[in-house]
């Protein structure tokens, strides 16, 4: 059986199906361990779009893990010791998944996206020029599109299900939620995760405009790192030498089809629609492009 070049959606029959998510199917192993299947599936605005991109599963697995190693010193992470041969021994349905398949511990997983701003763009953008702030943080006036703030902000927002938008939120709010302890350590390791990956990628031509991560506690309560961590889906990926403050740069993620979407009369609401050939084919383009600059 060849390796599929798309996978829309994976087809597990030997393991219990626990959840299918806008990019991920979720099985349970067993009682304390699942696999991750990163589709090729693309959400954008919260929709899942019906064209799938070619090869995007493998390349967010790569990178993923690639960053999850990076960052072990600084902050455990939901990888398990297991491997894909014992949590799968269907050779059929390992190659279905292969490349694109992770198997992790099974964690309590927190209810807050922590979402770390290093640039004044998107949401955070029209944030400032209604109110000069960016989810209630005041910045310094005069600031221009896509410019680089004076420090990198966290920002969190809740966790929605499908179909369903994301609320930024007030720091206060995810002190009541996870009490004052837990969110402060989640508000630290997310700022240095940020300035950390920032740093190391903009050596390599990419900055980081910003990122969300997801975090998790295991049987211990220790916070650990789940999710996906520093990929094109989860932050805004642009190239260094064409970066220039004033304009929404071009960038690596997926910021190319919502731009693309902007352009039709679609109202941001499932059924989405399809991706025409040029579309799928730079985006595919921008994911490779943006793990070979990171991991060489």
Request: glycine residues 6%; charged residues 25%.
């Amino acid at each position: 059986m060849a390796i599929p070049e798309i996978l829309f959606e994976s087809n597990i029959t030997s393991l219990p199906l626990i959840h299918r998510g806008k990019v991920r199917d979720i099985y349970e192993v067993d009682d304390n361990t699942m696999l991750i299947v990163t589709t090729d599936r693309l959400s954008a605005f919260d929709v899942v779009l019906p064209t799938a991109i070619p090869g995007k599963g493998a390349v967010l697995t790569e990178m993923a893990n690639f960053w999850f190693e990076k960052t072990r010193s600084t902050i455990p992470n939901h990888l398990s010791s297991m491997t894909l041969e014992q949590a799968l021994p269907d050779t059929s349905e390992r190659q279905q998944v292969s490349g694109r398949a992770i198997v992790v511990k099974r964690l309590k997983a927190l209810p807050v996206e922590a979402i770390v701003r290093g640039y004044l763009i998107g949401s955070g953008w029209k944030d400032y020029q209604a109110s000069g702030s960016v989810c209630g943080i005041p910045l310094p006036k005069g600031l221009s599109q896509a410019q680089k703030l004076p420090e990198a902000i966290y920002t969190p927002s809740t966790k929605a299900d499908v179909g369903e938008h994301d609320e930024n939120v007030a720091y206060e709010y995810t002190v009541d939620v996870l009490g004052p302890e837990l969110a402060q350590q989640v508000r630290s390791v997310s700022l240095r995760l940020y300035s950390d990956a920032a740093a190391y990628a903009l050596e390599r031509g990419i900055i980081i405009a910003d990122t969300k991560f997801e975090f998790g506690l295991d049987r211990h309560e220790n916070l650990t790192l789940i999710d996906e961590v520093l990929t094109p889906d989860s932050s805004r990926f642009w190239p260094a030498d064409s970066y220039r403050v004033g304009i929404s740069p071009e960038s690596f993620d997926k910021q190319y089809v919502r731009d693309y979407l902007e352009t039709l009369d679609w109202n941001k609401k499932s059924p989405g629609p399809e991706l025409p050939e040029e579309v799928v084919r730079r985006t595919s383009e921008k994911y490779r492009e943006a793990l070979k600059r990171l991991t060489g």
